[in-house]
Every structure is written in structure tokens, then in C-alpha cells.
């Protein structure tokens, strides 16, 4: 089944966010995580962050999702005819990263919504969704995800840099603490979370042993073309595929890691436009 369920579109228009377990199978994400982990590209393209605290967060990116395994998963029709539903069009890749939260080293995210600074990039409206595939167990101890139900409704908070990081108006952020609930989102490998782009989510460093990379494929609705030119792409035809694509690509060692990485520290402009802390 690629259709969601009524109760996971209403969980996502009331509280933000929905689960979505076991939605890439053990054969799956194993291959996805062992393309991951070996390929030198990606190590080779990772941006470091200052995380605001002395500590770094790391993490790879690409606009356009290419023909490898990554780009199975953000084409493959159990994701995309989802993420249409939630946004009621046709929805294109405006980017995924693959989050490298290694063992004892990775650093925090910082509050923040994702349309705080996606729209410096002349989106207007924030219909575009976030889908957070857990490539490792995400658990409290090496911290994962963390929202705040119900936050998106909020609207667009301004957002200044803390560190390289662009972070929410703490005042708002706490405030917000106050009358909402903070959802630890623990998940097992394989599982996705579905999230809204004005959502308030962090994340705290990973200090155990035991590694949390994340793959994120985000999406925009083919009527929020952006006005504007950034390092993120204008409406891109996205070419759904079958969702058996991602085994036999995964399966492929000539095919799996097939996409072009972005440099983030000379593209991105969005976050750097902001003022400082």
C-alpha cells in the first residue's frame, strides 16, 4: 500500500507529524546502510557544523536524487504517493541528506523549522514535508529527533545563528516548551517519520556508542515553485519508481551509489542570511 491511512493525515494536519513503522524492510535499509557507510563520496562531500556548544554535527547533501540506491528511496512510490496526499499535489525533490550522527562524537541540532530558513529560498507557503527514514536505531540515549506536537500551528518563527546552525527564537522556543509536549522520536531502523516543515524539532549530541544515521528526503509541491533561484531546485519533474527498485538497485554495486553530493558551505545561503545570536 502506498496511500496513507485517514488517522496519519489528520495526525499530521493536528499534532505535525505521524509515524510510519517498518515502512523500508530489513534487506532494504541494510543495503542502504552499507551503501552509506562505504561510499567516499559521501564521507568525502560532508559538511561539519558547530553545533552552538563546541561540538560538530555532520552531514551530506544532495538536490537531485539520482539513479543510485538513496534516489530509489525518494523516488520509490511508497514515499512519494504519501507525501502527494499531505501535500494535495504533485510533489518534486527540493533535497535529501543522509545525517552521519556518529558514535560519541555527534553533535546537537538546535530548535528550528525547517521553513524558518527554506523560506529565504523564496518559498512562500510551507507545503512541503520531511520524511526522516532511520537508517540506525534512533533511541533517547544517542539522540535522536525530538518535536514539539501541535508547534507547526505556530506558523514561522524568526530564526537567527547560533553557532552554524540555524536555530529558533529561543524565547518562543521555550515558551512554546511550556504548553506543548516534547515527543522523543524513537526509531527502529527501516521506520520513517513524516513531518511538517514549520514543526519545531532538535536533537541532543550522541554520546554513546552506538551511531544514528538518518536519511531525509524532502519535498515541495509543484505549486510553491520557488520565485526565486537558491541552491535548492526549482520544480524538477520527479520520476516515481516501484518500490521493488530499491532492492534491485541496492543490490547493484556498479548502480547503488549513484547521485551528486552539494557543498554546502559555498551553496548554502539560506541559513547565512541570517542575523546572529
Not at 259 to 264: G, K, M, R, S, Y
Request: glycine share 6%.
Amino acid at each position: 500500500m502506498s496511500q496513507l491511512q485517514q488517522q496519519d493525515i489528520e495526525s499530521y494536519n493536528e499534532e505535525g507529524y505521524f509515524f510510519e513503522r517498518e515502512l523500508f524492510n530489513s534487506e532494504e535499509i541494510n543495503l542502504l546502510a552499507e551503501t552509506a557507510r562505504n561510499d567516499h563520496a559521501m564521507d568525502k562531500a560532508s559538511s561539519k557544523m558547530d553545533d552552538g556548544e563546541g561540538n560538530d554535527v555532520r552531514l551530506s547533501l544532495w538536490n537531485h536524487p539520482g539513479n543510485g540506491i538513496y534516489g530509489m528511496i525518494a523516488r520509490s512510490e511508497r514515499v512519494v504517493n504519501r507525501v502527494e496526499q499531505l501535500l494535495a499535489d504533485e510533489a518534486y525533490h527540493y533535497h535529501s541528506k543522509m545525517i552521519l550522527k556518529d558514535a560519541k562524537v555527534g553533535g546537537a541540532w538546535a530548535w528550528h523549522q525547517d521553513y524558518g530558513y527554506w523560506y529565504q529560498n523564496g518559498l512562500l507557503f510551507p507545503n512541503l514535508c520531511s520524511v526522516m527514514i532511520a537508517v540506525d536505531n534512533a533511541t533517547e540515549e544517542n539522540g535522536c529527533l525530538q518535536v514539539l506536537k501541535g508547534s507547526h500551528k505556530m506558523g514561522r518563527i524568526n530564526h537567527i545563528l547560533s553557532g552554524d546552525q540555524a536555530g529558533a527564537d529561543l524565547e518562543y522556543v521555550e515558551k512554546a516548551k511550556e504548553r506543548l509536549e516534547t515527543v522523543q522520536c524513537e526509531m527502529n531502523a527501516g521506520d520513517a517519520l513524516f513531518f511538517h516543515p514549520n514543526t519545531l524539532h532538535c536533537s541532543a549530541a550522541n554520546l554513546s556508542d552506538k551511531a544514528r544515521w538518518a536519511l531525509i528526503c524532502c519535498y515541495n509541491a509543484k505549486s510553491n515553485n520557488p520565485f526565486k533561484e537558491s541552491h535548492h531546485p526549482s520544480y524538477t519533474k520527479l520520476e516515481k519508481v516501484s518500490d521493488d527498485q530499491v532492492v534491485s538497485v541496492g543490490r547493484d554495486d556498479a548502480k547503488r551509489s549513484n547521485v551528486e553530493f552539494a557543498n554546502l558551505v559555498s551553496d548554502d545561503k539560506s541559513a547565512k542570511s541570517l542575523k546572529n545570536d
